[in-house]
């Protein structure tokens, strides 16, 4: 009899949940049209709900009528927007998750402290542009082979992380800075990878060891769900990203035994739990 081993991170983090139910009551409330400025969180099934619910997705306020209503990111977005709503009248309403934004300002500190700003982490996520925004000219740096002998030598620096980056990656370029590069006048290091994210990359290590099959729920485009796939691959070649409930489950479920299911920081309990109906019934079929 096939057995399903859900792990305990399932469902949003609370970051995104917090995001989904501002935006839901605005939703509610507002009798207009209401905006956001890219996808508040990256998870297409959700941001598609919510554009039934009248929610309008743009990539420039040039999009957006005066007088508006918007509402910016969970992961963050780039000072010139306000300035830029503050010409249109735009009222903008931030999403911003409260860890990240505490690692936006640990990036402005060592910025005004006249450190180079170093990035872990992935120079096309807007969480990293953002952060880019706060610290003009920060280096980022996306894995191992991008650090350069002596690039920071003799100078002050202030290492942070993208918050969906691995945390062993991380502290793996973080070992290799300091390695090629002798005599450095300042170094300070931020682990700023969310609690929430080291806690599933932990949980999805232990999970692909104990089950012959693992899926991993949430979108392609959402960061912290491919850092999970990725993880889940090293240790178990049976590792499937799923992203909606209408995917086709025939080779998945074939010769499985022991299926465990983890998802992404924005995949919904919802979609969580239709994952696990419809393997219940695919299962009850055979």
Same mark, same amino acid.
């Given at each position: ?7 305990? /991170? ?13 935006? +839901?009551?605005?939703? &509610? ?9 890219? @996808?508040? #969180?990256?998870?297409?099934? $959700?941001?598609?709900?919510?554009? =039934?619910? *009248? ?9 957006? +009528? ?35 934004? @505490?690692?936006?300002? #640990? ?10 700003? $170093? ?7 807007? +969480? ?11 280096? #980022?740096? /996306? ?20 918050? &969906?980056?691995?945390?062993? +990656? ?5 070992? =290799?800075?300091?390695? =090629? ?25 232990? %999970? ?6 693992? !899926? ?5 485009? @959402? ?7 990725? %993880? ?13 409930? *209408? ?6 479920? =074939? ?7 983890? @998802? /992404? ?5 919802? !979609? ?15």
């Amino acid at each position: 009899m096939l057995k399903i081993k859900l792990a305990k /991170g399932i469902g949003f983090c609370s970051g995104v949940k917090r995001a989904i139910n501002i935006v +839901e009551k605005i939703l &509610t409330r507002h009798k207009g049209k209401v905006y956001s400025y890219g @996808s508040i #969180i990256h998870n297409p099934l $959700v941001i598609r709900r919510l554009e =039934k619910k *009248n929610l309008f997705t743009v990539s420039s306020l040039d999009d957006v +009528e005066d007088s508006s209503v918007v509402i910016l990111p969970s992961h963050g977005s780039p000072r010139f927007i306000k300035n830029l709503a503050k010409k249109k009248k735009i009222k903008l309403i931030d999403v911003i998750c409260p860890y990240v934004s @505490s690692v936006h300002k #640990i990036c402005a500190s060592l910025y005004r402290k006249k450190l180079k700003v $170093v990035i872990v982490g992935d120079r096309t996520h807007p +969480e990293v542009k953002a952060l880019v925004d706060l610290a003009p000219n920060a280096r #980022i740096i /996306g894995n191992t082979n991008e650090i350069k002998e002596n690039e920071f030598s003799y100078k002050k620096i202030g290492i942070i992380s993208q918050t &969906t980056q691995a945390k062993a +990656e991380f502290f793996k370029i973080v070992a =290799k800075i300091l390695k =090629k590069n002798h005599n450095l006048s300042q170094v300070h290091i931020f682990n700023t990878i969310c609690l929430d994210t080291s806690n599933r990359q932990e949980e999805v290590k232990r %999970l692909a060891e104990v089950v012959d099959t693992l !899926l991993v729920i949430g979108s392609g485009t @959402s960061a912290n769900t491919k850092r999970l796939l990725q %993880l889940g691959r090293k240790v178990n070649k049976k590792t499937f990203l799923v992203e909606h409930d *209408n995917v086709v489950l025939d080779k998945i479920l =074939k010769n499985a035994r022991d299926i465990g299911i983890i @998802s /992404g920081a924005s995949a919904p309990q919802w !979609l969580v739990k239709a994952i696990v109906k419809k393997i219940r019934e695919a299962t009850l079929d055979t």
